[in-house]
């Protein structure tokens, strides 16, 4: 009897999403082996939350032999992680979203499909419980036609300041976050993505607001975008914030799903741990689950490394919703 070998991943990027998402998801999967990070600060490197024997890099030419790499470094810097892994022949798992143009993100899986290397996107939305559920009611026919689709994230990012409660410094990960695009770009297209998915159909954007609260240099993108798009015969409004209550000391962050059809709706909130079915039978609860699921992408991860049925993103799905996104928020500042 063999045993199964398990595959070797590295990572790029040893920033917050890293440390509290990828890596212990990372370390917990029984198929993978965490063999090397990579990043350009030793003191990112230093507190990334990897045991002894991970090789520790500051350049992607150190990391040992790899089966896959995941990005999540700055989005700005996925097209050089990326360009590294295809003259390598390494599979690719990148985070959200994939560039900050449409050019490079379009550029990043063109090289990719011409090395005929896998390139995934790091949509974990789409591995939660929740999500797997809304999708296979609605595939079931459970809601009868969907007309409709609400999906709420109002956040503040963990406010405007650094000291929340003292109201000083400058949150420097909002900042960030603003200057990668904004709110849609940078997380609305999980919820762009997971639309594409339930309904099984292309969008399209048909109307794009968007409210200023700061001015921050080098960003033209608003805090807080609202957007309509339509496809596989239904509406969707995509409605996402940096800046809810975000010069507050409090928190009051509000997450939705709303799935509305010719014979039912599905809900989901967030705060309210409420995820239900309302059809002609009455109520359902569905149990609550949170909202996405790391560990469920990386158990795909090692399916698709072991030449098994899996159902990740393709960086074909991450140009589509990261391409969304881009329109929506040039509308919104067009209009502003």
């Not at 900050?100 to 789409?126: C, G, H, K």
């Not at 790391?294 to 698709?304: H, I, K, R, V």
Request: hydrophobic share 45%; with cysteine.
């Amino acid at each position: 009897m063999t045993t199964e070998r398990r595959r070797r991943v590295g990572l790029v990027g040893c920033g917050e999403v890293a440390g509290y998402g990828h890596l212990p998801a990372l370390l917990r999967a029984e198929r993978l082996e965490l063999v090397g990070v990579c990043d350009l600060s030793t003191d990112r490197l230093a507190a990334a939350p990897a045991p002894a024997g991970v090789a520790r890099c500051t350049s992607l030419d150190e990391m040992p032999d790899l089966d896959a790499l995941v990005i999540t470094s700055p989005a700005g810097a996925h097209a050089q992680n990326v360009r590294w892994a295809a003259r390598r022949g390494v599979p690719v798992l990148c985070e959200k979203p994939i560039a900050v143009d449409e050019a490079t993100s379009v550029a990043m899986v063109e090289q990719m499909e011409a090395a005929s290397i896998p390139l995934w996107v790091a949509f974990n939305y789409r591995f939660s419980p929740v999500a797997q559920r809304i999708h296979d009611l609605v595939a079931t026919g459970a809601v009868g036609e969907v007309r409709a689709l609400r999906m709420v994230f109002l956040w503040d990012l963990h406010g405007a300041f650094q000291d929340r409660v003292a109201q000083k410094g400058v949150n420097q990960r909002r900042v960030g976050r603003m200057l990668e695009g904004g709110p849609l770009v940078d997380c609305g297209v999980h919820q762009i993505d997971l639309a594409r998915w339930w309904l099984g159909s292309d969008l399209q954007v048909d109307h794009a607001t968007g409210v200023w609260f700061d001015e921050i240099d080098g960003v033209d993108a608003p805090e807080h975008v609202t957007t309509h798009l339509s496809g596989g015969g239904a509406r969707v409004l995509v409605d996402v914030s940096f800046a809810y209550g975000h010069r507050s000391p409090s928190r009051l962050p509000t997450f939705t799903y709303e799935v509305i059809g010719t014979d039912g709706v599905i809900r989901y909130r967030r705060e309210e741990r409420d995820f239900v079915l309302i059809d002609s039978d009455g109520l359902h609860d569905l149990g609550w689950a949170h909202e996405k699921s790391f560990e469920g992408m990386y158990a795909d991860l090692a399916a698709a490394l072991h030449g098994e049925e899996h159902a990740l993103p393709t960086g074909r799905d991450g140009l589509a919703a990261t391409r969304l996104a881009l329109e929506a928020t040039a509308r919104a500042v067009a209009a502003r």
